[in-house]
C-alpha cells in the first residue's frame, strides 16, 4: 500500500487516491453537459460504498474503497472556474498529491462519449483546469469526456453565447445514452487507474468516440 502523505498530521479524510469530479453545485446545473464529473464521482460513490457530505465551504467529500484502494470522492461546491479553491482543500486534507489525484471534466473539442486518459499537460483553455493548476500544478491526472461542440447549421461554433448555452444544457434521448455510457467506462478506467496505473487505463479505456453497436 503507497504511503499516506501526511500520515498521522492531523489530515480529516485520508486516502491513497484523491478523485474530483468537475462541475457547478446545485439541482439547477446537474443534468447539465458541464457536469459529467459529478455524474462519474456519483457513480464512484455507489461503488466505493462512499457517502459524500459537505464538508467546509468549497466541496461534498467521501471515503470509500475501489478493488481494495481506498479513495477520497470530492465534488466541488465552488463553480467550476473556481476548482481550484476546491483542490487546494482537498489535498491539504486527503494528504494526496497531484500525481495520486484524479481530475474528470467535460471536454467541447472532443466528440460526445469520447474519453481521454492522460497524466499531466495543459490547462487546454479550460477555466477550471487553469484554476486548478495555479493551486496543485500539472501533474494531475486527467479524465476527459467529450461532449462535442456546438454546431449550428452544422458548422461547429466557437461563439461564446452558443458554446455557454450548449455547455449548460441537459443532453436528450440518444445524447444522453451516449455521455451515460461514457460516465460507467470513466468510472471504470478510475477504478484501473488506482489499481493498474495511469498508462495501463489509458491503453484500455482511451477511445475517439462512443461505441457503435452493429445494426
Not at 34 to 52: C, Y
Not at 120 to 131: C, D, E, I, T, W
Request: some cysteine; overall charge positive; proline content about 6%.
Amino acid at each position: 500500500m503507497r504511503k499516506l502523505f501526511g500520515s498521522g498530521s492531523g489530515r480529516r479524510f485520508e486516502a491513497e487516491w484523491l478523485v474530483v469530479g468537475l462541475g457547478n453545485p446545485g439541482e439547477k446545473y446537474a443534468r447539465h453537459r458541464h457536469n459529467v464529473g459529478f455524474w462519474v464521482v456519483n457513480e464512484l460513490a455507489k461503488r466505493a460504498s462512499a457517502q459524500l457530505k459537505t464538508s467546509g465551504s468549497t466541496m461534498q467529500i467521501g471515503v470509500g474503497s475501489l478493488a481494495g484502494t481506498k479513495v477520497a470522492l470530492v465534488k466541488p461546491t465552488t463553480f467550476v472556474n473556481e476548482s481550484g479553491r476546491a483542490l487546494g482543500q482537498a489535498k491539504e486534507w486527503t494528504g494526496c498529491d497531484a500525481p495520486h489525484t484524479v481530475v474528470i471534466y467535460d471536454e467541447l473539442d472532443m466528440a460526445p462519449g469520447a474519453l481521454r486518459v492522460r497524466q499531466g499537460g495543459g490547462h487546454g483553455g479550460h477555466n477550471g483546469m487553469k484554476s486548478i493548476m495555479a493551486r496543485i500544478g500539472p501533474e494531475f491526472v486527467r479524465i476527459r469526456i467529450g461532449i462535442g461542440r456546438p454546431a449550428p447549421g452544422g458548422e461547429p461554433t466557437w461563439d461564446p453565447e452558443e458554446v455557454a448555452a450548449w455547455v449548460l444544457s441537459a443532453p436528450m434521448g440518444s445524447d444522453r445514452a451516449v455521455l451515460e455510457d461514457a460516465v460507467r467506462l470513466a468510472a471504470d478506467a478510475v477504478v484501473a487507474i488506482v489499481t493498474e496505473g495511469v498508462e495501463a487505463a489509458g491503453n484500455r479505456f482511451n477511445r475517439k468516440g462512443p461505441v457503435v453497436s452493429p445494426a
